[in-house]
DNA sequence: CGAAAACATGAAAATTCTTTCAAAAAAGGG
DNA sequence: CCCTTTTTTGAAAGAATTTTCATGTTTTCG
């Protein structure tokens, strides 16, 4: 089994100092880049498993960084920042990044982060059948199931319930999955998902005017449960 | 486990003599300024855990004094101050007062307010999960979950709880209140906030008669706990 | 104690957001 | 190329949320 390689973009030295220790004790493979520059450099070479991505980075602003990064990449990315408020952090979940963690954090908890996204990102590729309650999602075979039953469902339509099923119970924002489903610069178009989310009502919910997979979440977004 | 060290900057020879007995008795390590000049100095040099702050100093006046230690001391500062003095009170925490007591003070009340700041301040911030009391926020997900239970929220209650939440113990102003979650311009409706207070009362009090988790400060603010 | 200020809260009004329907445009298949 | 399916767009109805208002209660302070 290979070790992980997880690619750190921090320009403070003592986080670095502290990652080397926490994560080489660990069994990573650690990859470390200075700038944003040097950051996207090194992705495209080592494709990491994971990036743990600093917000505050002297060239580049991590936002951008982010944004340019999920052009391509698709594995987990981590934040790292000072910031904790909430509009930063709903930002930065908008661009794509996996998890948020705010500095000064426990290496622990950073660990335990780690190990979350590494375990669900392999997930994703070997268990290739998601089920939630009732509905049952074969990735590879690339067919939903309600009970049982077969589901008719368009393409985007199939794309959008497999985005809400694999992020059961979290709230995603409408820029969250305009972008996944129908790529970046369609992020304005909130109408698209409206029809959509009515359409998948009608096909998994029972009673369509009382939903309980797909939950509205007012000014937000929706919700998989 | 080293004892914490509590500064004391008061020119009250009483309110020393009474600080002194209890905060030595209750195992703090204490020093003390009889001017704002002093003050910084001490501050300064020991770094204490907490700095406890008369606004009413011989030298430098307190607020002015505070503005100073903010540049670049960012743990617990508590303010004291005489009776009667609310418009002081509230520019004090909004300039970054921790807390605040009114003279006189119980000193059982002191102490409790010293135990809750040292215990904020060495709280982990880093998760994404905020747990008070049997209130749990997923900050990722975006869910607020009352005894494992979801609650449902609007946009504006979800904000006013989160920030609630990530200053638990601790007295924030209307201003601070209404900035964060209306954002600047809104700073004067302090209706808004009784409005939406008395809604998430509603929904995270077992009595709103008597609230536990959200408590009027009359003339200053909130406190959530 | 009593007046004034601050607070709580239910409900109406205004606004914003969501759903739904339907038609036009685009894409895909034979 | 035409027909079918899917996606996009627009508009109107409906629902939820936010704001405003009115009224009663509590707190503050001389």
Redesign the interface.
Known sequence: MNKPVVLVIDDEPQIQKLLQINLENNGYKVHYAMTGKEGLLLAANQIPDVILLDLNLPDIHGHQLLLELREWYNKAIIILSVL?S?EN?VKA?DNGAT????????SG??LARIRSVIRRNSLDESSSVLQIGDIEIDLIAHVAKLNNEVLKLTATEYNLLVLFAKNE???LTHQQLLKDVWGVGNQNDTQYLRVFVAQLRKKIEKDPNQPKHIIT????GY?FQ
């Open positions: 904790n909430e952090i979940l998890d948020y963690l705010t500095k000064p954090f426990r908890e950073l119970g979290r709230v979440e007012s000014g937000v919700r």
